[in-house]
């Protein structure tokens, strides 16, 4: 992604061009977007598409313009880092 170009969010109501809710959410994500390389973008999105919660990939993907499969492999990727990191947790407690 070049520098000082952000992606323009796709979503339904950002498309229409209408003034909503989220639309400067919408912004800022895709401005964060294009200062992280493309790993931290995976997450960034995977953990966006968590907080969304049902349908979450694909609604991100519509944002950001990542693909709906990257970004829920990135959720599984997050949520297995996640369990590892909370086994070694109870391993240096025990
Ligand atoms: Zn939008």
Known sequence: ???GLIHVCQC???KLGV???NKSL???INL???Y???QQQHWFAALEANRIGHSGARF???ITG???FIIKRAQQELHERLNNLQIEHSEFLS
């Open 66 to 68: 990542l693909d709906e």
């Open 32 to 34: 964060l977007m294009s």
């Open 36 to 38: 992280l390389d493309e």
């Open 60 to 62: 991100v993907s519509q």
């Open 19 to 21: 003034n909503h809710s």
């Open 26 to 28: 919408h912004q800022q």
């Open 1 to 3: 992604m070049e520098v």
């Open 12 to 14: 339904q109501l950002c």
